[in-house]
C-alpha cells in the first residue's frame, strides 16, 4: 500500500463533522438537562466540575495545599515532588489497573489536600475536557484559564527551577527512603514489597531512578520552568488528534463497551505490564498528557516533543495531572453507573476479580504521611471511604433514564460479537501502512438512531520494537490512496500513541472505535453494501504542537499481528 498524502479529501470537513456529530447526538448526547444524572447517593464530598463558578473556593484551596506541598522538607512523603515520584515509581499504565490505581492516588492525594488547606470539605475539581473552555474558539477545547494562575503552573517560581536543584534536594533523602529495603519472608525475598514493584520496573537502585529521571536519552522526565508545560496562556487548545480523542463522539464510545476489560485496558500479570489501551486510556488520556506536555527546543537547538511534565512520569508535578485522573476517574463512575443500570458486571468477574484485587499497590501514604492500610486494588474497587461524588458532566447521558432502562437492557442482552481481519500487509512502517479486511453483518454496519445499538470497535494488536514508544500510527477505515492522514479526514478512526516511556517487550493491543469514521464515510455514500471493511494502520509524521512546519520523519516500524472488529 502506498503512503497515504497529507493533502485531499473525497469529503468535506463540513459534511465529515456533520456526520460525526450525528453519532452522538443521535445516540441521545444532548438530550439530558445538565445536572440529571442516575443517583449517585449521598456522601460528604462532592467534586465540581473545574469551571463551574461554585468551585472558585475549591481553587484557591488547592492553590493553598500546593503552596504549603511545595514548601514541605523533602523528608516529608507529603512534600510535592515526593507525591509525584511516587507516580513515577508505581503508577501503572497500559494495563487493567490503569484505573483503580490512580482512584487510589488521587484519593489519598485529595485527603492531604484537605488536611494542609485547611479546608475540611475539600475535594478534587475535574477537569471535563470534552466542554468548550475557549469562548474565542468553541470547537478547539484546551486548558483552561484558571490553570495558569499561580501554582496552579508549574512554570511559576515556587517550583524548582532546573533538574540540578531538584536532584541536589532529593537525592539522599529517595536514598534513605524506604523504598530500597529487601525483605524475605522463609528465606525468599519477598516481591509483595515496594523495592519489589521497583524490581519489577527494572529500577535496581537509586541510580536507576536519577538516570530514567534526568539521563534517560530517549527523553527526561524532569524540566525546567521554561519548558514544564508545553501549552501556554496564549495558545492554550488541543491540536486536532487530541480534540478527537476528547470529542463526545469519542467519550460516549468509550463509555459503551460492557466488559471491564474493554472499557478499561487488558490483563497482565503484574501492575508494571503493558499490554494495551481500552478507548479512555488510550485516546483521552494518552492525547491530554501529551498534548499538554508540548515541545521544547534545548540550548543546541534540538526541538522535541517529549518536553513539558505531563508527557512523562513525572507528570504529577503539573497540577493538571490530579484534574485530569479526576475526570477520568469521573467516567469511570459514570461507565459503572451504567453497568449497574443495565445489569452488567462493573468488575472483572470469577477468578480474574482475584487476581486482579489481589495485586500490591504499596507506595500510597494518607494526610499524615504515614503508609496506609489499604494495600490492594481491592481495596479500591469502589469509591468507598473516599466518600465523594461528582458534579454530572459530559458522558451522563450513557446512562440510560426511566423507561429507557428496559429497552436498553433488552438491547444490551445482545451477545457481544468478533469479527478477525485478514490481514492482507502487515507490516507499517515509513513510506507504508498496514491493513486489513474484515466482513460485518450489514445490520451492525447501519447508522446509529438510538443510544442502545451496538458500537463497533476494532481492537489492533501490533509489534514494536523495544524503544518504539514514541511513535504515532493512524486507523483508518475505507481510505483511499491520498486520503488525509489526520482527524479531518472522514476515514480516520483514532491514534495508537502511548503515555511515558516504556520498553516494549510485548505486542500491544489499542481498542479504537469505529463509529464515527463508519458515519462519515456513509454520509459521503463511501460504504458499500456487503463489501468488506478495509482497516489500515499507517504510520503518522508526528506534527508537533505550536510549531506548524516541525515534524519528524518516522523512523519506526510495527508488524500488525491481528485486527478484531467487536460490537458492544
Request: with cysteine; glycine share 8%.
Amino acid at each position: 500500500m502506498q503512503a497515504k498524502k497529507l493533502h485531499s479529501s473525497s469529503m468535506s470537513r463540513r459534511t465529515f463533522l456533520k456526520a460525526t456529530a450525528a453519532v452522538a447526538t443521535a445516540a441521545g448526547a444532548a438530550t439530558l438537562p445538565f445536572g440529571q444524572t442516575y443517583a449517585q447517593g449521598t456522601t460528604k464530598y462532592r467534586r465540581l466540575n473545574l469551571l463551574n463558578p461554585e468551585a472558585k473556593r475549591t481553587i484557591n484551596s488547592y492553590k493553598k495545599a500546593i503552596h504549603v506541598m511545595l514548601r514541605l522538607p523533602p523528608e516529608d512523603p507529603r512534600n510535592w515532588y515526593r507525591i509525584a515520584l511516587t507516580h513515577t515509581m508505581d503508577c501503572p499504565h497500559g494495563n487493567w489497573w490503569f484505573l483503580v490505581w490512580h482512584r487510589g492516588y488521587i484519593g489519598w492525594f485529595e485527603q492531604i489536600c484537605r488536611e494542609l488547606s485547611g479546608d475540611p470539605s475539600f475535594a478534587l475539581p475535574y477537569w471535563d475536557w470534552t466542554e468548550n473552555t475557549d469562548p474565542k474558539n468553541p470547537f478547539q477545547p484546551g486548558v483552561p484559564d484558571v490553570m495558569f494562575e499561580d501554582v496552579l503552573t508549574p512554570a511559576h517560581p515556587a517550583y524548582i527551577g532546573q533538574s540540578s536543584e531538584f536532584q541536589a534536594r532529593f537525592r539522599e533523602v529517595i536514598a534513605r527512603a524506604s523504598y530500597w529495603k529487601r525483605i524475605y519472608t522463609d528465606g525468599q525475598f519477598d516481591d509483595k514489597t515496594q523495592y519489589g514493584q521497583l524490581l519489577a520496573r527494572g529500577v535496581r537502585s537509586p541510580d536507576d531512578l536519577w538516570f530514567d529521571i534526568l539521563d534517560d536519552p530517549r527523553g527526561l522526565f524532569f524540566f525546567d520552568q521554561a519548558h514544564a508545560r508545553g501549552l501556554t496562556r496564549e495558545k492554550p487548545g488541543f491540536d486536532e488528534k487530541t480534540t478527537k480523542a476528547v470529542s463526545l463522539q469519542t467519550l460516549l464510545a468509550a463509555l459503551s463497551p460492557r466488559d471491564f476489560t474493554t472499557f478499561n485496558s487488558p490483563k497482565t500479570m503484574g501492575h508494571s505490564g503493558l499490554t494495551g489501551f481500552g478507548v479512555l486510556e488510550g485516546q483521552p488520556h494518552n492525547r491530554v498528557h501529551n498534548c499538554v506536555g508540548g515541545i521544547f527546543t534545548d540550548e543546541k537547538g534540538r526541538t522535541t516533543d517529549s518536553g513539558g511534565f505531563m508527557q512523562a512520569n513525572l507528570s504529577p508535578v503539573d497540577p493538571l495531572f490530579f484534574l485530569h485522573h479526576a475526570n477520568i476517574d469521573r467516567l469511570w463512575d459514570v461507565w459503572t453507573r451504567k453497568q449497574q443500570a443495565l445489569g452488567y458486571p462493573v468488575l472483572p468477574e470469577g477468578s480474574d476479580y482475584k487476581a486482579w484485587s489481589d495485586e500490591p499497590f504499596l507506595f500510597f501514604v494518607d494526610s499524615k504521611g504515614q503508609p496506609v492500610t489499604k494495600r490492594t486494588a481491592g481495596d479500591y474497587a469502589t469509591i468507598g471511604d473516599f466518600n465523594y461524588s461528582y458534579q454530572p458532566g459530559s458522558g451522563e447521558q450513557i446512562i440510560p433514564q426511566g423507561l429507557a432502562i428496559a429497552a436498553a437492557k433488552a438491547a444490551a442482552s445482545a451477545r457481544i460479537e468478533h469479527f478477525n481481519a485478514q490481514i492482507t500487509d502487515s507490516t507499517a512502517s515509513a513510506g507504508d501502512g498496514a491493513s486489513g479486511e474484515v466482513t460485518i453483518p450489514p445490520a451492525l454496519l447501519q447508522a446509529r438512531s438510538r443510544l442502545d445499538e451496538p458500537i463497533l470497535f476494532a481492537k489492533v494488536t501490533v509489534a514494536l520494537p523495544p524503544l518504539g514508544h514514541g511513535h504515532d500510527f493512524a486507523v483508518l477505515v475505507n481510505a483511499p490512496d491520498n486520503a488525509t492522514i489526520d482527524p479531518s479526514s472522514p476515514h480516520y478512526a483514532g491514534t495508537l500513541s502511548m503515555f511515558g516511556h516504556h520498553i516494549v517487550h510485548a505486542p500491544v493491543t489499542f481498542t479504537v472505535p469505529l463509529s464515527g469514521a463508519l458515519a462519515a464515510i456513509r454520509e459521503g455514500n463511501q460504504l458499500k453494501a456487503g463489501a468488506p471493511l478495509n482497516i489500515q494502520v499507517v504510520p503518522e509524521k508526528m506534527a508537533m504542537p505550536g510549531v506548524l512546519t516541525a515534524t519528524r520523519d518516522v523512523e519506526t516500524r510495527a508488524e500488525v499481528l491481528s485486527i478484531v472488529v467487536e460490537s458492544h
